[in-house]
């Protein structure tokens, strides 16, 4: 019998982008980094952490972008850690917003393209839409992606427990007008399908003013905020309880009461 996983440790990281210069936010990400003395098992940064939403010099954003994932992918072999990078993707001609789960390996284990694109922003005349929920494993832990908008369309982690999903990494960059949104849906969605919720948010602003949010948070399957940052350049450790989950399931088995349409 397989034993199951009890613990999964997490940074969540927290910082600016330099807007359309994916180098400099490296640098910035770069000394980030090198002062982590926490023995996470996964990081998991904002969405789009290398170019922001600039998208002017596509070429040149996919070259410098490339490097950026080179990086990651180096430091989760130097470290044997699971990193999910959201960033800009280039495939077939076509762009996607999208977040790449890198194993200890430094291999990308899966991929997950935006689902739900922001229309108010534009955003859908600059990428393609995905169309596949994903859930994948991390050290014998079931863990499920989604990025920023797709916060507001439960039915994609509804989907998501249909491989059992314990942990779910949301990469965002949501703005300050809506923080409300965020810290209410964010621990909804932890409620209601009593799993641990990672949200890593930005901070920082974009090139057009919206300033972003910061508060960066996990939430557990109970809806306790375990850990929360602020508006600044920060990492939030934390390690999560499987078995905490598993009581919870077993004890309000909200789960097995659904009824499917």
Not at 3 to 11: A, E, F, G, I, Y
Not at 145 to 167: H, Q, S, T
Request: proline residues 5%.
């Amino acid at each position: 019998m397989v034993k199951k996983p009890t613990r999964l440790r997490v940074s969540l990281l927290q910082f600016s982008s330099s807007q359309g210069q994916p180098l400099l936010t490296l640098n910035k990400v770069h000394r980030l980094v090198k002062h982590l003395d926490y023995r996470a098992d996964l990081l998991v940064t904002p969405e789009m952490w290398p170019t922001g939403f600039i998208l002017g010099e596509k070429q040149r954003l996919q070259r410098e972008n490339d490097l950026c994932l080179d990086y990651f992918k180096g430091l989760a072999v130097e470290r044997k850690v699971y990193i999910i990078s959201s960033m800009l993707e280039s495939y077939g001609g076509q762009y996607f917003n999208s977040a790449f789960l890198i194993n200890p390996l430094g291999k990308i284990q899966k991929k997950y393209r935006k689902i739900h694109l922001f229309k108010l922003s534009q955003e859908h005349r600059k990428f393609n839409p995905g169309n596949e929920v994903v859930v994948t494993e991390v050290k014998g832990v079931s863990l499920g992606v989604a990025i920023c908008y797709d916060l507001r369309f439960p039915e994609v982690f509804r989907k998501m427990l249909k491989w059992n999903v314990e942990v779910i990494a949301i990469p965002a960059a949501w703005p300050k007008p809506r923080l409300d949104h965020f810290n209410t849906l964010l621990k909804a969605r932890a409620i209601e399908n009593q799993s641990y919720v990672l949200g890593v948010n930005k901070v920082g602003q974009s090139l057009h003013g919206e300033i972003y949010a910061g508060n960066s948070s996990v939430y557990d399957p109970w809806g306790v905020c375990l850990g929360k940052l602020g508006t600044g350049l920060e990492v939030l450790n934390c390690e999560l309880n499987l078995n905490r989950l598993r009581k919870i399931r077993e004890e309000f088995p909200a789960l097995k009461d659904r009824r499917l349409w």
